[in-house]
């Protein structure tokens, strides 16, 4: 059975290759997922996954301070790419939290910004309104959206 810091490591190498296939292949099938934009469950962690690397033609991520200890891990990292909807660059900052079973992760949080994100991917809307529920709401609302088209 592999350690779970490797498994960590095996997702964000995948996701360093766009590989959202592999990335899927992490969780376990009932998995949790949620971070500022997304709450998910099952199949559509890896559909989101799948999309965002399918999507993201510029996409860049590094990652860093890995650490797992039994059933939890973390890891920092960092993407770029290109909004879609507005073509503007994204650095976006990214603290995960995992918590494992039977050798693959069961939950996954990620925590941003999303006042900073909003600002750089949507401009001055995001400078103005990025703080609200009502832009956060519509975001995830699009984002789900986009989810759900998703054929991937």
């Not at 810091?5 to 964000?12: A, P």
């Not at 990292?77 to 507005?86: D, I, M, P």
């Not at 976006?92 to 050798?103: K, M, P, T």
Request: hydrophobic share 40%; proline share 3%; with cysteine.
């Amino acid at each position: 059975m592999r350690r779970e810091s490797d498994l960590i490591e095996t997702f964000y190498q995948a996701f360093q290759r766009r590989d959202g296939a592999a990335m899927a292949a992490c969780y376990a099938p009932d998995a949790n997922f949620r971070d500022p934009v997304f709450e998910l469950r099952g199949a559509d962690v890896g559909r989101m996954w799948r999309m965002l690397c399918e999507r993201g033609k510029d996409l860049r991520v590094e990652y860093n301070a890995v650490q797992a200890n039994g059933d939890r891990g973390s890891a920092n990292w960092q993407a770029w790419y290109s909004f879609s909807k507005t073509g503007r660059p994204v650095h976006n900052l990214i603290h995960a939290e995992f918590e494992f079973r039977d050798g693959r992760i069961a939950r996954h949080v990620d925590s941003f910004d999303f006042w900073r994100w909003s600002r750089q991917a949507l401009g001055p809307a995001g400078l103005l309104l990025g703080w609200t529920p009502l832009l956060r709401n519509k975001v995830r609302a699009e984002a789900r959206r986009g989810l759900e088209k998703f054929t991937g």
